[in-house]
Nanobody, 126 residues
Framework: VQLHAYGGGLVQAGGSLRLSCAAS????????MGWFRQVPGKEREFVAA????????YYADSVKGRFTISRDNAKNTMYLQMNSLKPEDTSVYYCAAVFSYNAYNYSASQDEYNYWGQGTQVTVSS
């Protein structure tokens, strides 16, 4: 599956952005999905994950209550709604996919994902 992340940009602290991840190539609905982010010089960190059927979602503590992950299997697209953005959310955001036999599985471990998008830059100014 090929992934294309987009929707990043520059926003003031307290503002909102919605990232999208468009998938092509294989049945999107067979894949659990996740968002990760990485600042240059630091390790990539988990942001949020969602199961194949949207029945399960999981968030990093740093974004819980501010970010919402969702997906539309009919549109082969996953989303990350980011509200109340903080300067520390500034990063390159990556979407990732992993084939899952279980409709309710999701993963916070980047090592389990084998398909990655190219990343989209999010910059939050103070």
């Amino acid at each position: 599956v090929q992934l294309h992340a987009y929707g990043g940009g520059l926003v003031q602290a307290g503002g909102s952005l919605r990232l999208s991840c468009a998938a092509s190539g294989r049945a999107f609905s067979n894949y659990a999905m996740g968002w990760f982010r990485q600042v240059p010089g630091k390790e990539r960190e988990f942001v949020a994950a969602i199961s194949r059927n949207s029945g399960k979602a999981y968030y990093a503590d740093s974004v819980k209550g501010r970010f919402t992950i969702s997906r539309d299997n009919a549109k082969n697209t996953m989303y990350l709604q980011m509200n109340s953005l903080k300067p520390e959310d500034t990063s390159v955001y990556y979407c990732a996919a992993v084939f899952s036999y279980n409709a309710y599985n999701y993963s916070a471990s980047q090592d389990e994902y084998n398909y990655w998008g190219q990343g989209t830059q999010v910059t939050v100014s103070s």
